[in-house]
T-cell receptor, first 114, second 115 residues
Framework: DTAVSQTPKYLVTQMGNDKSIKCEQN?????MYWYKQDSKKFLKIMFS???????INETVPNRFSPKSPDKAHLNLHINSLELGDSAVYFC?????????????FGPGTRLTVT | AQKVTQAQTEISVVEKEDVTLDCVYE???????LFWYKQPPSGELVFLIR??????QNEISGRYSWNFQKSTSSFNFTITASQVVDSAVYFC????????????FGEGTQLTVNP
């Protein structure tokens, strides 16, 4: 059973389009995250949700909007895609917000904007 | 502000060699947590270890060992008798108690183990 899953795995789209990436975890975790990994492999947190509530919102353009319909899902919607949005996006989850439990990552979604 | 530095961008070794990946961190918190993650060529991120700032005991897990030294703000990772399957990018990460669940990652070290 996949613990943290993301769809799609690859996403190729044109500038200006709107796209979504879905994430689901079956670990019963309370906290979910979105990270962006750029072409140099640098990983940076974008958002964190705890029980459907936004906790962390780094300096991310407001074209990026996370949505958490329930605590097992955290989707990422991106409006008006730009070339610089090309990256690998990772979803992750952890057991609790209060303690720094290890985060479990999904397989990543490679977004290519042309 | 929290910061993690992995000065070794790339390391290449021959199978069966021992290799140490360096990690130096900066934090003002007295309570913090350090992590190592592995990212193999397949792309997923795999959790390896978590240590808290009050536990400086070194840890060994099979061929992996970790050396945590608060005096030098380092949390180094050693792979003994490396194998080709160890080839991956390894990330060190820091979580400060005051930053909630925010993880700050180092830049990663690409380890290549050649047969």
């Amino acid at each position: 059973d996949t613990a943290v899953s993301q769809t799609p795995k690859y996403l190729v789209t044109q500038m200006g389009n709107d796209k979504s990436i879905k994430c689901e975890q079956n670990l019963g975790h309370d906290t979910m995250y979105w990270y962006k990994q750029d072409s140099k492999k640098f990983l940076k947190i974008m958002f964190s949700y705890n029980n459907k509530e936004l906790i962390i919102n780094e300096t991310v353009p407001n074209r990026f909007s996370p949505k958490s319909p329930d605590k097992a899902h955290l989707n990422l919607h991106i409006n008006s895609l730009e070339l610089g949005d090309s990256a690998v996006y990772f979803c992750a989850s952890s057991q609790d917000l209060g303690l720094p439990y290890e985060q479990y990552f999904g397989p990543g979604t490679r977004l290519t904007v042309t | 502000a929290q910061k993690v530095t992995q000065a070794q961008t790339e390391i290449s070794v021959v199978e069966k060699e021992d290799v140490t990946l360096d990690c130096v961190y900066e934090t003002r918190d007295t309570t913090y947590y350090l992590f190592w993650y592995k990212q193999p060529p397949s792309g997923e991120l795999v959790f390896l270890i978590r240590r808290n700032s009050f536990d400086e005991q070194n840890e060994i897990s099979g061929r992996y060992s970790w050396n945590f030294q608060k005096s030098t703000s380092s949390f180094n990772f050693t792979i003994t008798a490396s194998q080709v399957v160890d080839s991956a990018v390894y990330f060190c990460a820091l979580n400060e108690e005051t930053s909630g669940s925010r993880l700050t990652f180092g830049e990663g070290t690409q380890l290549t183990v050649n047969p």
